[in-house]
């Protein structure tokens, strides 16, 4: 199983990313995939999710109304478009499989290395 992120940078208040997992070495449509982030000093929090069952898409709190998660099974990849980005969305973002998918980090088997999105003020 391999998942590699990629799209982070910096970039200024107010702007967009969208990041990118490429996923591979299991069968892509059984399994939710789910985006997490950590800022330095804090702790791990849920970003954006979708699901395996019904492919149901869900948020974190934080960026509701702002990031949206897409999916292309026949590229096995999942994309996270962010919108409006302000300097406390700064952190390393991950993404992650999981047989089902959801909110809960620790339920995550899989996990890609990680990319930096800086926000400067």
């Known amino acids: ?4 992120e990629s799209g982070g940078g910096l970039v200024q208040t107010g702007g967009s990313l969208r990041l990118s997992c490429a996923a591979s070495g299991f069968t892509f449509k059984d ?3 789910g985006w997490f982030r950590q800022a330095p000093g804090r702790a791990r ?3 954006s999710w979708i699901n395996s069952v ?12 702002r990031f ?14 962010m919108n409006s980005l302000k300097p406390e969305d700064t952190a390393v973002y991950y993404c992650a499989a999981d ?3 959801g909110s809960a980090w620790w339920l995550y088997n899989y996990w890609g290395q990680g990319t930096q999105v800086t926000v400067s003020s």
């Open 1 to 4: 199983v391999q998942l590699v």
């Open 31 to 33: 399994y939710g995939i």
């Open 45 to 47: 929090e849920v970003v």
């Open 54 to 65: 019904d492919g149901r898409t869900g948020y974190g709190d934080s960026v509701k109304g």
């Open 68 to 81: 949206t998660i897409s999916s292309d099974n026949a590229k096995n990849m999942v994309y996270l478009q």
């Open 99 to 101: 047989p089902v998918g």
